[in-house]
Protein backbone atom coordinates (compact mmCIF):
# COMPACT_ATOMS: atom_id res chain seq x y z
CA UNK A 1 0.00 0.00 0.00
CA UNK A 2 1.51 3.47 -1.09
CA UNK A 3 1.51 6.31 1.25
CA UNK A 4 2.47 9.86 1.44
CA UNK A 5 5.01 12.09 2.70
CA UNK A 6 4.85 15.67 3.32
CA UNK A 7 8.04 17.57 2.20
CA UNK A 8 7.47 21.10 3.24
CA UNK A 9 4.44 23.38 4.95
CA UNK A 10 3.90 24.92 2.05
CA UNK A 11 3.71 22.47 -0.77
CA UNK A 12 5.24 19.01 -2.05
CA UNK A 13 4.79 15.02 -1.23
CA UNK A 14 6.68 12.18 -2.16
CA UNK A 15 4.42 9.10 -3.16
CA UNK A 16 6.22 5.73 -1.68
CA UNK A 17 5.76 1.89 -2.55
CA UNK A 18 4.28 3.24 -5.91
CA UNK A 19 4.52 1.62 -9.47
CA UNK A 20 3.03 4.02 -11.73
CA UNK A 21 3.39 1.53 -14.70
CA UNK A 22 0.43 -0.64 -12.64
CA UNK A 23 -1.41 2.32 -12.47
CA UNK A 24 -5.12 1.97 -12.94
CA UNK A 25 -8.14 4.41 -12.61
CA UNK A 26 -8.28 3.63 -8.03
CA UNK A 27 -5.12 4.99 -8.21
CA UNK A 28 -5.65 7.78 -10.38
CA UNK A 29 -8.43 8.76 -8.47
CA UNK A 30 -6.05 8.85 -5.47
CA UNK A 31 -3.18 10.67 -6.96
CA UNK A 32 -5.69 13.31 -7.80
CA UNK A 33 -6.82 14.00 -4.48
CA UNK A 34 -3.31 14.38 -3.36
CA UNK A 35 -2.32 16.51 -5.92
CA UNK A 36 -5.32 18.99 -4.90
CA UNK A 37 -4.33 18.62 -1.73
CA UNK A 38 -0.19 18.67 -2.43
CA UNK A 39 0.31 20.58 -5.15
CA UNK A 40 3.03 18.83 -6.16
CA UNK A 41 3.98 14.86 -5.92
CA UNK A 42 6.95 12.75 -6.80
CA UNK A 43 7.55 9.29 -7.47
CA UNK A 44 11.24 7.66 -7.00
CA UNK A 45 12.52 4.80 -9.20
CA UNK A 46 9.27 4.70 -11.85
CA UNK A 47 11.83 4.62 -15.09
CA UNK A 48 8.58 5.06 -17.31
CA UNK A 49 8.75 3.97 -21.18
CA UNK A 50 7.37 6.83 -22.84
CA UNK A 51 3.76 4.51 -23.91
CA UNK A 52 3.77 4.32 -20.34
CA UNK A 53 4.37 7.84 -19.15
CA UNK A 54 1.54 8.91 -21.35
CA UNK A 55 -0.79 6.57 -20.17
CA UNK A 56 -0.20 7.81 -16.45
CA UNK A 57 -0.97 11.16 -17.75
CA UNK A 58 -4.34 9.92 -19.58
CA UNK A 59 -5.60 8.39 -16.34
CA UNK A 60 -4.74 12.02 -15.22
CA UNK A 61 -6.84 13.69 -17.88
CA UNK A 62 -7.23 14.48 -21.49
CA UNK A 63 -3.81 15.18 -22.72
CA UNK A 64 -2.93 17.64 -25.66
CA UNK A 65 -1.93 20.85 -24.74
CA UNK A 66 1.51 20.87 -26.97
CA UNK A 67 4.36 23.63 -26.44
CA UNK A 68 4.75 25.59 -29.50
CA UNK A 69 8.71 25.04 -29.44
CA UNK A 70 9.41 21.22 -28.09
CA UNK A 71 10.68 18.73 -29.84
CA UNK A 72 8.36 15.34 -28.69
CA UNK A 73 9.66 11.91 -28.43
CA UNK A 74 9.90 9.49 -31.79
CA UNK A 75 8.06 6.44 -30.02
CA UNK A 76 5.28 8.87 -28.12
CA UNK A 77 3.51 12.36 -29.54
CA UNK A 78 2.17 13.05 -26.16
CA UNK A 79 5.98 12.68 -24.82
CA UNK A 80 7.63 16.12 -24.94
CA UNK A 81 11.82 15.47 -25.01
CA UNK A 82 13.49 18.29 -22.81
CA UNK A 83 17.02 17.90 -24.09
CA UNK A 84 19.95 20.18 -22.84
CA UNK A 85 23.07 19.27 -24.17
CA UNK A 86 26.29 20.30 -22.50
CA UNK A 87 27.17 23.96 -22.71
CA UNK A 88 23.19 24.95 -23.83
CA UNK A 89 21.31 27.44 -21.93
CA UNK A 90 18.17 25.75 -20.36
CA UNK A 91 15.18 27.80 -20.86
CA UNK A 92 12.78 27.21 -17.88
CA UNK A 93 15.55 28.69 -14.71
CA UNK A 94 12.70 31.54 -14.21
CA UNK A 95 9.64 31.28 -12.25
CA UNK A 96 6.93 30.31 -14.26
CA UNK A 97 3.40 28.44 -14.58
CA UNK A 98 2.91 26.31 -17.73
CA UNK A 99 1.31 28.61 -20.66
CA UNK A 100 -0.06 30.74 -18.92
CA UNK A 101 0.08 32.98 -22.01
CA UNK A 102 -2.85 30.98 -23.46
CA UNK A 103 -6.48 31.23 -22.17
CA UNK A 104 -6.24 27.22 -21.46
CA UNK A 105 -3.22 26.50 -19.95
CA UNK A 106 -2.70 22.65 -19.17
CA UNK A 107 -3.97 21.39 -15.99
CA UNK A 108 -0.87 19.43 -14.76
CA UNK A 109 2.84 18.61 -16.05
CA UNK A 110 4.16 14.88 -15.42
CA UNK A 111 8.01 15.31 -15.45
CA UNK A 112 10.39 11.97 -15.85
CA UNK A 113 14.30 12.51 -15.52
CA UNK A 114 16.19 10.39 -17.96
CA UNK A 115 19.62 11.64 -17.76
CA UNK A 116 20.84 13.81 -15.04
CA UNK A 117 23.69 15.43 -14.04
CA UNK A 118 26.04 14.05 -10.87
CA UNK A 119 25.05 17.25 -8.67
CA UNK A 120 22.50 20.43 -9.95
CA UNK A 121 19.84 20.68 -11.90
CA UNK A 122 17.44 20.54 -9.36
CA UNK A 123 13.78 22.05 -9.80
CA UNK A 124 12.11 24.05 -7.20
CA UNK A 125 7.71 24.35 -6.96
CA UNK A 126 6.42 27.59 -4.83
CA UNK A 127 2.86 27.51 -3.64
CA UNK A 128 0.85 30.50 -4.94
CA UNK A 129 -1.63 29.47 -2.20
CA UNK A 130 1.12 30.03 0.06
CA UNK A 131 2.05 33.72 -1.05
CA UNK A 132 -1.48 34.75 -1.48
CA UNK A 133 -1.85 33.45 2.16
CA UNK A 134 0.84 35.32 3.33
CA UNK A 135 0.28 38.80 1.99
CA UNK A 136 0.09 41.77 3.87
CA UNK A 137 -3.73 42.11 4.22
CA UNK A 138 -3.39 45.85 2.94
CA UNK A 139 -1.56 44.33 -0.24
CA UNK A 140 -4.11 41.67 -0.93
CA UNK A 141 -6.81 44.07 -0.92
CA UNK A 142 -5.55 46.08 -3.40
CA UNK A 143 -4.38 43.14 -5.37
CA UNK A 144 -8.24 41.94 -6.05
CA UNK A 145 -9.89 43.33 -8.55
CA UNK A 146 -6.75 44.07 -10.82
CA UNK A 147 -5.77 41.19 -13.81
CA UNK A 148 -2.17 41.14 -15.72
CA UNK A 149 -1.19 40.53 -18.91
CA UNK A 150 0.44 37.30 -19.68
CA UNK A 151 2.71 36.38 -22.90
CA UNK A 152 5.21 34.17 -24.05
CA UNK A 153 8.68 35.72 -22.59
CA UNK A 154 11.74 34.84 -23.33
CA UNK A 155 10.42 32.50 -25.30
CA UNK A 156 9.88 35.36 -28.24
CA UNK A 157 14.34 35.21 -28.18
CA UNK A 158 14.20 31.95 -30.75
CA UNK A 159 12.15 33.32 -33.59
CA UNK A 160 14.24 36.68 -33.28
CA UNK A 161 17.20 34.73 -33.66
CA UNK A 162 15.98 32.79 -36.62
CA UNK A 163 14.03 35.51 -38.07
CA UNK A 164 13.98 38.84 -36.04
CA UNK A 165 10.76 41.02 -35.55
CA UNK A 166 9.06 39.06 -38.22
CA UNK A 167 9.70 35.86 -35.83
CA UNK A 168 8.09 37.54 -32.80
CA UNK A 169 5.30 39.04 -34.48
CA UNK A 170 4.49 35.68 -35.52
CA UNK A 171 5.09 34.30 -32.47
CA UNK A 172 2.80 37.02 -30.83
CA UNK A 173 -0.07 36.36 -33.56
CA UNK A 174 -0.23 32.80 -33.35
CA UNK A 175 0.21 32.14 -29.20
CA UNK A 176 -0.71 35.72 -28.24
CA UNK A 177 -1.31 36.18 -24.88
CA UNK A 178 -3.89 35.99 -21.98
CA UNK A 179 -5.54 38.34 -18.97
CA UNK A 180 -5.74 36.73 -15.70
CA UNK A 181 -7.28 38.21 -12.37
CA UNK A 182 -3.97 38.66 -9.98
CA UNK A 183 -5.48 36.80 -6.72
CA UNK A 184 -7.00 33.88 -9.37
CA UNK A 185 -9.24 30.74 -7.74
CA UNK A 186 -8.47 27.12 -7.98
CA UNK A 187 -10.68 25.86 -10.23
CA UNK A 188 -11.77 22.90 -8.12
CA UNK A 189 -10.74 24.12 -4.55
CA UNK A 190 -11.95 27.18 -4.73
CA UNK A 191 -8.43 29.08 -2.68
CA UNK A 192 -6.96 31.86 -3.94
CA UNK A 193 -3.63 32.02 -5.18
CA UNK A 194 -1.10 34.66 -6.46
CA UNK A 195 -0.99 34.58 -10.66
CA UNK A 196 1.55 36.17 -11.81
CA UNK A 197 4.78 35.12 -13.10
CA UNK A 198 8.36 36.10 -13.60
CA UNK A 199 8.60 34.91 -17.05
CA UNK A 200 5.56 35.25 -18.62
CA UNK A 201 4.01 38.50 -16.48
CA UNK A 202 4.15 41.67 -18.36
CA UNK A 203 1.46 44.29 -17.52
CA UNK A 204 -1.10 45.14 -14.42
CA UNK A 205 -4.01 46.28 -16.56
CA UNK A 206 -5.22 49.74 -15.92
CA UNK A 207 -2.11 50.77 -14.22
CA UNK A 208 0.94 52.89 -15.68
CA UNK A 209 4.28 51.56 -16.94
CA UNK A 210 6.04 52.35 -13.54
CA UNK A 211 3.52 51.57 -10.79
CA UNK A 212 2.96 48.19 -12.86
CA UNK A 213 6.54 47.39 -13.18
CA UNK A 214 7.09 48.29 -8.97
CA UNK A 215 4.00 45.96 -8.58
CA UNK A 216 5.12 42.82 -10.43
CA UNK A 217 8.75 43.13 -8.99
CA UNK A 218 7.57 43.35 -5.61
CA UNK A 219 5.33 40.20 -6.13
CA UNK A 220 8.23 38.71 -8.04
CA UNK A 221 10.64 39.05 -5.07
CA UNK A 222 7.91 37.64 -2.62
CA UNK A 223 7.23 34.32 -4.75
CA UNK A 224 10.85 34.10 -4.67
CA UNK A 225 11.07 33.32 -1.24
CA UNK A 226 12.08 29.98 0.59
CA UNK A 227 9.29 29.60 2.47
CA UNK A 228 6.70 28.98 -0.36
CA UNK A 229 9.20 26.43 -1.96
CA UNK A 230 9.96 22.37 -2.23
CA UNK A 231 13.19 21.86 -3.96
CA UNK A 232 13.75 18.23 -5.90
CA UNK A 233 16.50 16.88 -5.89
CA UNK A 234 16.21 14.14 -9.75
CA UNK A 235 17.20 10.87 -9.88
CA UNK A 236 17.20 9.56 -13.41
CA UNK A 237 13.43 7.35 -13.15
CA UNK A 238 11.94 10.11 -10.83
CA UNK A 239 8.67 11.40 -11.55
CA UNK A 240 7.18 14.92 -10.52
CA UNK A 241 3.74 15.85 -11.33
CA UNK A 242 2.07 19.26 -10.68
CA UNK A 243 -0.76 21.06 -10.52
CA UNK A 244 -0.39 23.80 -12.64
CA UNK A 245 -3.37 25.93 -11.41
CA UNK A 246 -1.88 27.25 -7.99
CA UNK A 247 2.01 26.24 -8.37
CA UNK A 248 4.90 27.99 -10.35
CA UNK A 249 8.25 26.21 -10.79
CA UNK A 250 12.09 27.09 -11.55
CA UNK A 251 14.50 24.63 -13.18
CA UNK A 252 18.09 25.85 -11.89
CA UNK A 253 20.95 26.04 -14.61
CA UNK A 254 23.43 25.15 -12.49
CA UNK A 255 24.99 22.23 -14.68
CA UNK A 256 26.70 23.72 -17.77
CA UNK A 257 29.09 20.74 -18.89
CA UNK A 258 26.67 18.22 -18.42
CA UNK A 259 23.31 16.70 -20.41
CA UNK A 260 20.14 16.96 -18.90
CA UNK A 261 17.42 15.27 -20.61
CA UNK A 262 13.74 15.52 -19.11
CA UNK A 263 10.26 13.81 -20.60
CA UNK A 264 7.28 15.82 -19.83
CA UNK A 265 3.48 14.67 -20.55
CA UNK A 266 1.28 17.82 -20.13
CA UNK A 267 -2.34 17.12 -18.89
CA UNK A 268 -4.36 19.77 -21.03
CA UNK A 269 -7.65 18.75 -19.16
CA UNK A 270 -8.78 18.44 -15.80
CA UNK A 271 -11.78 15.97 -16.27
CA UNK A 272 -12.45 14.99 -12.43
CA UNK A 273 -12.15 18.68 -11.91
CA UNK A 274 -15.01 19.47 -14.63
CA UNK A 275 -17.09 16.74 -13.13
CA UNK A 276 -17.76 18.00 -10.35
CA UNK A 277 -18.14 21.93 -11.78
CA UNK A 278 -15.74 24.67 -12.13
CA UNK A 279 -15.43 27.39 -9.47
CA UNK A 280 -12.81 29.00 -10.94
CA UNK A 281 -12.29 32.32 -12.88
CA UNK A 282 -13.46 32.59 -16.29
CA UNK A 283 -10.12 33.05 -18.47
O1 LIG B 1 13.26 20.70 -16.50
C1 LIG B 1 12.64 20.96 -15.48
O2 LIG B 1 12.97 20.60 -14.38
C2 LIG B 1 11.36 21.76 -15.59
C3 LIG B 1 11.03 22.08 -16.99
C4 LIG B 1 9.88 23.04 -17.06
O3 LIG B 1 9.97 24.16 -16.65
C5 LIG B 1 8.63 22.58 -17.60
O4 LIG B 1 8.49 21.39 -17.91
O5 LIG B 1 7.71 23.42 -17.69
Not at 235 to 245: I, P
Amino acid sequence: MWSIERLTPALGATVIDVDLRRADQALGDAMYEALLEHQVLFFENQHLAPHEHAAFGRLMGELGARHHSYVTHPDDDDVVVLDWEPGARPDAAEWHSDMTFTTEPPFASILQAQVVPPVGGDTLWASMYSVHDRLDPGLRRDLEGLSAVHDPGAFRNGPYAERGNDGINELLGTVGSAVWPIISHHPVTGRPYVNVSESNTRWIIGLGAPESARMLTMLFDIINRPDHQVRLRWREGTVAMWDNRGTQHYAVSDYAEYRRVMHRVAVARDVRGRARGHLGDPA
